[in-house]
């Protein structure tokens, strides 16, 4: 755990002690529910990177085409 980790743990712990034991309670359950969301939903979001992009295109086709479509422009920064 780093320095700024450790420092925002005891921050949110002394805040905590203020809270009722079913808040506290509560306050786990949604934590640990976020845990265990947060490893299915990165796992869900690194596969479905995969083929994020279909096209009968070649890469020379298409590179060629984003080139062709660049449009470049000249701004006056004087004021």
Do not use: C, P, Q, W
């Amino acid at each position: 755990m780093t320095h700024a980790e450790r420092h925002i743990v005891e921050t949110y712990s002394e805040l905590f002690e203020s809270l009722s034991s079913a808040s506290k309670l509560e306050l786990l359950e949604r934590l640990t529910k976020s845990i265990k969301e947060g490893r299915r939903s990165n796992e869900k979001e690194f596969f479905s990177s995969f083929g994020g992009f279909a096209s009968d295109k070649s890469a020379e086709e298409i590179n060629k085409e984003i080139k062709e479509n660049r449009k470049f422009r000249t701004k006056d920064l004087k004021m």
